[in-house]
């Protein structure tokens, strides 16, 4: 069958591996940073607070562009790392920007109580506001896993050693280049090419699936977060 061809590939899994890696750590890295730095923006009290939230926005209207962006991986010595994937690209604006927006709209009172019983701003973050944001960190965490199972561009520049490429840089191979590897064609029942990567999307797809509908009761609450103020 062409899904024991895909298995059989020595690639896939690694390229599957590497995928899981970067999509679990580096979804939980963005939404560390990511809550971390909407909450400290969204209170009125931090000095330069305008200065920082027009700076974040700045970013999402002007990119940066591809040369200079790879430059600046090669100053860092981040070329050929994995943490070139988890942390170059662990905050959204977009994202930043919703639940900053959320955050501002829990009110103020919760945590003057809280100050009041002697909490400090860690305390707040994690026993009062996280906890009334399950909605909208689950529908931002879901954001962030399907763009980092999804990457490949950043992947297939940043990353030389295939033993650290994840599963999409071998999937643009297969479906956009048409290449199968040889040992995938290596059984002549697998002479049409296009059986073997139509299997390889469907394995592509499928723990992206399969987890939807364990968060969907989070997303569909969640996924309004920001648009509305009242």
């Known amino acids: 069958m062409a899904y024991q061809a895909v298995f059989a590939e ?8 590497n995928t899981i890696y970067y999509t679990v750590v580096g979804t939980f890295v963005s939404l560390v940073l990511t809550v971390c730095g909407a909450y400290a923006l969204s209170k009125k009290r931090l000095m330069g607070r305008t200065f920082f939230n027009l700076l974040i926005s700045f970013t999402l209207i002007f990119g940066p562009g591809t040369i200079p962006m790879y430059l600046n991986f090669r100053d860092l010595h981040l070329i050929d790392t994995r943490m070139a994937i988890i942390i170059g690209f662990a905050i959204s604006t ?3 920007i919703i639940l900053r927006t959320f955050f501002q709209s829990i009110p103020e009172e919760l945590e003057e109580a809280a100050r ?3 909490a400090g701003d860690a305390s707040i973050l994690f026993r009062i506001v996280i906890p009334l944001s399950k ?4 529908t931002i965490g879901l954001f962030y896993a399907v763009s980092r ?24 191979r297969l479906v956009v280049q048409m290449k199968p590897s040889e040992s995938m064609m290596a059984d002549a029942s697998f002479s049409v090419g296009e059986t073997i990567i139509y299997a390889t ?15 969907q009761k989070y997303f569909v609450k969640g996924v309004m977060i920001g648009s509305l103020k009242g």
């Open 149 to 172: 199972w999804n990457g490949y561009f950043w992947a297939m520049v940043l990353l030389k050693d295939p033993d650290k490429l994840p599963l999409q840089v071998l999937l643009n």
């Open 10 to 17: 020595k690639g896939i899994i690694t390229g599957y591996l």
């Open 135 to 138: 909605a909208s960190i689950a």
């Open 94 to 96: 977009f994202n930043f």
């Open 201 to 215: 999307i469907i394995v592509a797809i499928i723990p992206i699936i399969a987890v939807y509908p364990f968060i």
């Open 116 to 118: 009041i019983d002697g």
